[in-house]
């Protein structure tokens, strides 16, 4: 049973880092196309990318406590 909870400690992190890697690429992404599009709204359009981004960072953190509740349980 510990090293099946090992592994699963292991993909929770796994996969919530990749996500949020392809988030923060789809928000930094689509933040770029947005200001070469209307360079007049780089200020706004900078800023909701930082709250973006931010908000996606919450996921690995989530999946970390999550990976140390399963690696407590091991």
Not at 20 to 36: D, Q, T, Y
Not at 37 to 46: A, F, H, S, V, Y
Not at 47 to 60: D, Q, R, S, W, Y
């Amino acid at each position: 049973m510990g090293a099946i909870a090992l592994v699963a400690a292991g993909i929770v992190f796994g996969l919530g880092a990749l996500g949020a890697g392809i988030g923060n690429g789809l928000i930094v992404g689509r933040a770029l196309e947005g200001i070469s599009r209307q360079p007049e709204l780089r200020g706004t359009l900078q800023t909701t990318m930082f709250i973006g981004v931010g908000l996606v960072e919450a996921m690995p953190v989530v999946a970390l406590v999550l990976a140390f509740l399963f690696m407590a349980k091991a």
